[in-house]
């Protein structure tokens, strides 16, 4: 997923959603994710929370269950 500064710069990031169908994420790269049921909660890594305005930054993951597109938030403290 790619997290995208607008013309603010940012300094931390948080994206939310919610599996739509028992998904679960079974690996995730470059960011700290919490889970509560089927809703799920991805912070920034210590090291890719500074997003420079108009820039961006990504993480990744894979996930088990049946194909799903969630609707996602991105909100920055």
């Known amino acids: 997923m790619t ?3 607008g013309s603010s710069a940012v300094n931390g990031w948080t994206v939310k959603w919610t599996w739509p169908g028992g998904q679960t994420i079974s690996s995730l790269w470059s960011g700290e994710q919490s889970v509560s ?3 799920v ?3 920034n890594a210590p090291y890719n929370g500074s997003i420079a305005a108009g820039s961006s ?8 269950g049946s194909a799903a597109t969630p609707s996602v938030t991105c909100t920055s403290p």
Not at 57 to 64: I, L, M, Q, R, S
Request: hydrophobic residues 35%; without cysteine; aromatic residues 12%.
């Open 57 to 64: 930054t990504t993480f990744g993951f894979t996930a088990n």
């Open 41 to 43: 909660t991805v912070r």
């Open 37 to 39: 049921g089927s809703s």
């Open 3 to 5: 997290v995208r500064a």
